[in-house]
Antibody, heavy 113, light 109 residues
Framework: QVQLVQSGAEVKKPGASMKVSCKAS????????IHWVRQAPGQGLEWMGW????????NYAQRFQGRITMTRDTSLNTAYMELTRLTFDDTAMYYC??????WGQGTLVTVSS | SYELTQPPSVSVSPGQTARITCSGD??????AYWYQQKSGQAPVLVIY???KRPSGIPERFSGSSSGTMATLTISGAQVEDEADYYC????????????FGTGTKVTVL
């Protein structure tokens, strides 16, 4: 059974950085793109970008350019998403997905002073 | 930036048909995907590549695409179909990234 297991909830201060992991199981990470999506409380889904785990190529949504980095560690079968210079508006549930079909359970990141 | 527009809400009685539209300039060039999201849960794919249904999704869910609009149809809606629904496609005007629709709250009562 394909699974994506994400790291646990985090609380961050404004200006700090966050890094969420997404560990793939029952398949090889390099075989499918990983997308990252977020959802602020009471709001809709927002696409953040993707990474091609095989090549490391990335494609980020324009609004995150300059403060988002997606990486992967193929030896750990894990993808990562780092977001810097956090503001209160970055409080959200963050999801990774393998293509369209498989999603992680979500990681709640709260930005609070 | 590229946008996909959905109606904010759709209400149907149990057993009736619910139709959710998603307007954008990408179709028919790009595929539409549809997600169901129940409160406090991760999204679940219900339609992919315009019309295909993943295994385990009830047959009452179907998708279509025509002109600049994609449609998700729930034929014979059930109470358990009450959820938020989002369309998704590719931004053909920008960096070819993804874009979600604005979301539709489906109420079955």
């Amino acid at each position: 059974q394909v699974q994506l297991v994400q790291s646990g909830a985090e609380v961050k201060k404004p200006g700090a950085s966050m890094k969420v992991s997404c560990k793939a199981s029952e398949y090889n990470l390099i075989d499918y793109y990983i997308h990252w999506v977020r959802q602020a409380p009471g709001q809709g889904l927002e696409w953040m970008g993707w990474i091609n785990p095989k090549s490391g190529d990335t494609n980020y949504a324009q609004r995150f350019q300059g403060r988002i980095t997606m990486t992967r560690d193929t030896s750990l079968n894990t993808a990562y998403m780092e977001l810097t210079r956090l503001t209160f508006d970055d409080t959200a549930m963050y999801y990774c997905s393998r293509g369209a079909h498989y999603w992680g359970q979500g990681t709640l990141v709260t930005v609070s002073s | 930036s590229y946008e996909l527009t959905q109606p904010p809400s759709v209400s149907v009685s149990p057993g009736q048909t619910a139709r959710i539209t998603c307007s954008g300039d990408a179709w028919p060039k790009k595929y539409a995907y549809w997600y169901q999201q129940k409160s406090g849960q991760a999204p679940v794919l219900v339609i992919y590549e315009d019309t295909k249904r993943p295994s385990g999704i009830p047959e009452r869910f179907s998708g279509s695409s025509s002109g600049t609009m994609a449609t998700l149809t729930i034929s014979g809606a059930q109470v358990e179909d009450e959820a938020d629904y989002y369309c998704y496609s590719t931004d053909t005007s920008g960096n070819q990234g993804g874009v979600f629709g604005t979301g539709t709250k489906v109420t079955v009562l």
